[in-house]
């Protein structure tokens, strides 16, 4: 990301630095995340997307940020130095908080709609094939892009869109399983797990334009299995 990121960099006063080793990044998530990060730092967050502010939760110097709803629900990041993570999660749970594994993870981002990078998007994917609008301004100067944004909005359209699927029956599709109608490929899976919002198996998928319709039948190939399907509008409505 910062190698694509650098080659746009020309006279700009900035640079890119890696904080990966360095930071500890927790999301609170949930109706009463504002609440908590409130009580947890005492410092009200901001309500716009990714609007930030410096604080202080257990002695320790945090910077709190607005998340964008990639889990369907209000969320605050909580950034600080990764030695310092523990007891920032530690005064979390100490409050209320619910720390959550990899599968309720993938459950709230599944059925929120977010594509995950390296499984559900790469480079290849067009920006309108994603129905998230907060990805792109419309009215903003120019930006990587923006010709192909501009021109599929105005004069075309694209030939796949990401949508939901929601499984029939108890089966999770394994990413990479083929999405059929009328015994012809017309998707691929990018990623599924079982819903505990739906209390389903619920997938993304690229879906050809012709029936990516939020309410058609499709079926899902998965280890020889023929899975009936409905195509979702996204987020998934839980």
């Known amino acids: 990301t910062i190698q694509a990121l650098d080659r746009y960099l020309f006279?700009?006063?900035a640079y890119f630095k890696d904080l990966s080793g360095e930071m500890a990044l927790l999301m609170l998530a949930g109706p009463e995340a504002t609440v908590l990060a409130q009580r947890l730092a005492g410092v009200a967050v901001p309500e716009t997307a990714w609007g930030n502010v410096a604080a202080r939760v257990a002695d320790v110097d945090v910077r709190l940020a607005r998340g964008c709803s990639e889990t369907g629900e209000p969320e605050v990041w909580v950034a600080a130095a990764i030695a310092d993570g523990e007891r920032l999660?530690?005064?979390a749970v100490q409050l209320g908080a619910m720390p959550i594994g990899r599968a309720a993870?993938?459950?709230l981002r599944i059925e929120a709609g977010t594509p995950a990078y390296g499984s559900d998007v790469d480079t290849t994917i067009l920006l309108p094939e994603i129905p998230i609008e907060r990805l792109v301004s419309h009215t903003k100067g120019c930006y990587i892009g923006q010709e192909v944004v501009v021109r599929i909005r105005d004069r075309g359209h694209v030939n796949r869109h990401l949508?939901?699927?929601v499984i029939d029956g108890p089966t999770t599709p394994a990413a990479?399983?083929?999405v059929t109608a009328d015994g012809s490929e017309i998707g691929r899976v990018t990623s599924a797990t079982w819903s505990f919002?739906?209390?389903h198996p619920i997938a993304l998928a690229f879906i050809r334009r012709q029936?990516?319709?939020p309410g058609t039948r499709v079926t899902v190939l998965a280890d020889g299995a023929e899975l009936a399907?409905?195509?979702s509008a996204l987020p998934f409505t839980r």
């Open 197 to 199: 919002g739906l209390r």
């Open 89 to 91: 999660r530690t005064a």
């Open 163 to 165: 949508r939901g699927l």
């Open 105 to 107: 993870w993938e459950s």
């Open 211 to 213: 029936h990516a319709d």
């Open 11 to 13: 006279s700009e006063k």
């Open 229 to 231: 399907a409905t195509v």
């Open 176 to 178: 990479g399983a083929q």
